[in-house]
C-alpha cells in the first residue's frame, strides 16, 4: 500500500501553514463553464439535476478535470432542504428560486427524519466523486446555514431579506422554531454526506449582513454551534469551515464562539480580520473579489500576491469572497490557479 | 446677554461622555410623519421640494415640533449633487431615483464651480431653519458622500450596486476622475452649507458594503479625507460625522484614518466595534436597528438600554442603524425618545 499524502486543504484546516495555500472557488463547477451549460441542458428541471446523482457527479468533477484545484464541492443547491421539509421549491429561468408558502412547523418537524432519506442522491453523488477524484484533493459537502435558508424559505425567493429581518422581531418564537428544524435537518443532512464521502463540511450563512450583535449570536452563532455539536455527537470529525457572509465585524464573535477549523471571509474582511482569526486558532478562507476575477488584468494578479503575502503567514485556503460569476474568462481562473499553485 | 447651554449633539462631538446621550434619527423628518405626507402633496416633484427653502424648511421643523429631538437634519436628498453637475434625475413614484446618462468627466469638471449655486436653496433652507429652532438644538447639513452618489451616477438608479462595483475594476481612471470631481463639489456644497447655518456636516456613504479592503482605502477613505481636508481649507471648523454603512471590519479603518469626530455605526456594528472607536478618540453614533424601532414592544425598550449601557461610557449620539422607515409607528419613536431623554 502506497502512501498518501494528506490533501493540503486537509492540512491547511488541521492549522499548517503551508508552502501555498490550497485553492479552490466557491461556484467553481457550474454556469460559468461551458460544459456545465451542455451538461446542463440534459435536464429541464434545476432541482431535478441536483437529485441525479450521474448528472450531479459531472457537474461536480467537471472543474476538477479543467483545472488543479484542490478540493471538488458537491454540486447541489442549500434549497434542497426545505423541499425535502415539505416547501415547494423550483427555478424560474434567469430570476432565480422560488418557494411556495411555508409550511406549519409541525408539519416541518414531522419530516425532519424522512427529510435526510429524501437527500439520499446527494450522498450518492459524494460517494461517486470521491471513487473518481484523487486522493490527494479532498471533497467537500456543504448545507446552507439555518438563518440563510429561513430567509427564503420566509421570503419565498431571494430578495433584499427585509421581510425575513421583519420577522425577527414580529416572529420571535416562530423563527426560533424554525431554525431548531433547521439545525436538526440540516445535521442529519451534513452526518450523511461525511458518511458518504465529504471530508469537510461547509455551512453557507450567505445572508449574515444587517444582523445586530444580539440577533447574530441567536441565529447565526448558535444555530452553527448546535449543528456542530450534533454532527460530532455523530461521531462525524470532518472539519468545518464556516461562511458569514456579510458579518463585518461580527465574524470576529463568529471565530471566538462557533468551533470551526475554518472561517471563510467575504471580499470585504481586511487583512487585519484574518490574521487575527489565525492568531485565535483557526484556519481563514478567501476572499479574492469576483469582480476582479472576472475583470482580470495586472490588478487581479497584484491582488492575488497580495492576499497570499497577508494571509499564507498562518493556516490558510485560497479562495474567492463570493462565487465565480458566470461570465468570468476560464483564463482569468486558470491565471489565478497558477499564481497561487505554481501549476 | 444670557449664556446659551452648548447643544448636547455638540458637546459629544467635542469628546465629552454625557449623562445621557444626544438623540436624533435619520430620516426623522419625511414619510413616517402624516404632516408630511400633507406638505408634500403640494409639490408634485420631489427635486423641486427639496430645492423649495419654505417647503424644505417645514419639513426639516416637522420633527422638531413633535418630538424632543436634540438635532434637525437638513430636509434634501443626496442625488441634488448629481442634478447640479449636469446629469438628469428624477423620481418614480413607489420606485426611487432614476439618473439619466453619465455626463462626460469633462463637462462635469466644469459645472462644479456653478454646480453650488444651482444648490443655493439647501443654504437657504439651513438659514431658515437655524432661525426657528431653539439654540440647545443643533442643526446637521449633509452631503451624499462620493462612491455612493457616483454608484447611482453609474447605475442610474438604486440597484445591487454590481455594476458600479464592476467599474471600480473595469474604468478605474474614470471612476478616480468621477470621485476628484465629487470631492470637490461635494466639498463645496459643504462649505456652502456651514456657511448658511449648519453646525455640524455629515458624511453619508450609504452603500460602502462590500468592497475590499484596498479598494475601500481608495474609493471611501481617501475622498471622505480630501473633502475634509477642503472644508478646513476654507476656515470651516464644525465637526464632521461619518456614515461608513454596511463596512463591517473596515469601520475600525476607516475611524483611523478619517478625521471625523464621530463615526456612524450601522445595526451590526459589535459593542467592542463602538467601544474600541471611543477608546481611539472619537465619538460614535447609532446602532438601533430600525426594524425594531418598527416592531416596537419590550425587545425595543430592552435593545435601547443596552446600547446606552453600552457606549454611553464614552462620547454616543443615540441613533438608528439605518433610516426611520415610513410605516414605523410615531408612538414607537415617542417611547426610545423618552427612553433615552427622560422626557
Given at each position: 500500500?502506497?502512501?498518501?499524502?494528506?490533501?493540503?486543504?486537509?492540512?491547511?484546516?488541521?492549522?499548517?501553514?503551508?508552502?501555498?495555500?490550497?485553492?479552490?472557488?466557491?461556484?467553481?463547477?457550474?454556469?460559468?463553464?461551458?460544459?456545465?451549460?451542455?451538461?446542463?441542458?440534459?435536464?429541464?428541471d434545476f432541482i431535478?439535476?441536483?437529485?441525479?446523482?450521474?448528472?450531479?457527479?459531472?457537474?461536480?468533477?467537471?472543474?476538477?478535470?479543467?483545472?488543479?484545484?484542490?478540493?471538488?464541492?458537491?454540486?447541489?443547491?442549500?434549497l434542497?432542504?426545505?423541499k425535502?421539509?415539505?416547501?415547494e421549491v423550483w427555478f424560474e429561468?434567469?430570476?432565480?428560486p422560488r418557494l411556495g408558502?411555508?409550511?406549519?412547523?409541525?408539519?416541518?418537524?414531522?419530516?425532519?427524519?424522512?427529510?435526510?432519506?429524501?437527500?439520499?442522491?446527494?450522498?450518492?453523488?459524494?460517494?461517486?466523486?470521491?471513487?473518481?477524484?484523487?486522493?490527494?484533493?479532498?471533497?467537500?459537502?456543504?448545507?446552507?446555514?439555518?438563518?440563510?435558508?429561513?430567509?427564503?424559505?420566509?421570503?419565498?425567493?431571494?430578495?433584499?431579506?427585509?421581510?425575513?429581518?421583519?420577522?425577527?422581531?414580529?416572529?420571535?418564537?416562530?423563527?426560533?422554531?424554525?431554525?431548531?428544524?433547521?439545525?436538526?435537518?440540516?445535521?442529519?443532512?451534513?452526518?450523511?454526506?461525511?458518511?458518504?464521502?465529504?471530508?469537510?463540511?461547509?455551512?453557507?450563512?450567505?445572508?449574515?449582513?444587517?444582523?445586530?450583535?444580539?440577533?447574530?449570536?441567536?441565529?447565526?452563532?448558535?444555530?452553527?454551534?448546535?449543528?456542530?455539536?450534533?454532527?460530532?455527537?455523530?461521531?462525524?470529525?470532518?472539519?468545518?469551515?464556516?461562511?458569514?457572509?456579510?458579518?463585518?465585524?461580527?465574524?470576529?464573535?463568529?471565530?471566538?464562539?462557533?468551533?470551526?477549523?475554518?472561517?471563510?471571509?467575504?471580499?470585504?474582511?481586511?487583512?487585519?480580520?484574518?490574521?487575527?482569526?489565525?492568531?485565535?486558532?483557526?484556519?481563514?478562507?478567501?476572499?479574492?473579489?469576483?469582480?476582479?476575477?472576472?475583470?482580470?488584468?495586472?490588478?487581479?494578479?497584484?491582488?492575488?500576491?497580495?492576499?497570499?503575502?497577508?494571509?499564507?503567514?498562518?493556516?490558510?485556503?485560497?479562495?474567492?469572497?463570493?462565487?465565480?460569476?458566470?461570465?468570468?474568462?476560464?483564463?482569468?481562473?486558470?491565471?489565478?490557479?497558477?499564481?497561487?499553485?505554481?501549476?
Amino acid at each position: 500500500m502506497s502512501i498518501q499524502p494528506k490533501p493540503l486543504l486537509l492540512r491547511a484546516l488541521a492549522g499548517e501553514t503551508l508552502d501555498r495555500p490550497p485553492v479552490w472557488f466557491m461556484r467553481q463547477a457550474g454556469r460559468s463553464l461551458p460544459e456545465y451549460r451542455e451538461l446542463r441542458t440534459r435536464a429541464t428541471d434545476f432541482i431535478a439535476f441536483c437529485h441525479n446523482p450521474e448528472m450531479a457527479a459531472e457537474a461536480t468533477l467537471q472543474p476538477m478535470r479543467r483545472f488543479p484545484l484542490d478540493a471538488a464541492i458537491v454540486f447541489a443547491d442549500i434549497l434542497l432542504i426545505p423541499k425535502a421539509l415539505g416547501q415547494e421549491v423550483w427555478f424560474e429561468a434567469g430570476e432565480g428560486p422560488r418557494l411556495g408558502e411555508l409550511p406549519s412547523i409541525e408539519s416541518m418537524a414531522d419530516q425532519v427524519e424522512a427529510s435526510t432519506g429524501r437527500l439520499s442522491a446527494i450522498g450518492e453523488t459524494l460517494t461517486r466523486v470521491r471513487a473518481e477524484l484523487e486522493p490527494e484533493r479532498a471533497l467537500i459537502g456543504f448545507a446552507g446555514a439555518p438563518w440563510t435558508v429561513a430567509t427564503y424559505m420566509i421570503e419565498g425567493r431571494g430578495s433584499d431579506r427585509s421581510e425575513a429581518r421583519s420577522f425577527i422581531y414580529q416572529n420571535p418564537e416562530k423563527l426560533d422554531a424554525l431554525l431548531e428544524v433547521l439545525v436538526e435537518s440540516t445535521a442529519r443532512y451534513l452526518i450523511m454526506q461525511a458518511r458518504a464521502g465529504a471530508q469537510v463540511l461547509k455551512l453557507f450563512e450567505s445572508w449574515a449582513e444587517g444582523l445586530s450583535e444580539d440577533r447574530f449570536e441567536r441565529i447565526v452563532i448558535k444555530p452553527h454551534q448546535a449543528i456542530i455539536e450534533r454532527v460530532r455527537a455523530a461521531g462525524i470529525e470532518a472539519p468545518f469551515i464556516g461562511f458569514p457572509r456579510g458579518a463585518g465585524a461580527l465574524v470576529a464573535n463568529y471565530a471566538a464562539k462557533v468551533p470551526v477549523s475554518a472561517v471563510a471571509l467575504d471580499t470585504q474582511a481586511p487583512m487585519a480580520l484574518g490574521r487575527s482569526i489565525q492568531t485565535g486558532g483557526k484556519a481563514i478562507q478567501g476572499a479574492l473579489d469576483n469582480l476582479l476575477l472576472r475583470a482580470g488584468g495586472p490588478a487581479l494578479d497584484a491582488r492575488v500576491e497580495a492576499l497570499i503575502e497577508g494571509w499564507n503567514q498562518g493556516p490558510y485556503i485560497f479562495n474567492l469572497g463570493h462565487g465565480v460569476l458566470p461570465d468570468t474568462p476560464i483564463e482569468h481562473i486558470e491565471r489565478t490557479i497558477r499564481r497561487v499553485t505554481g501549476r
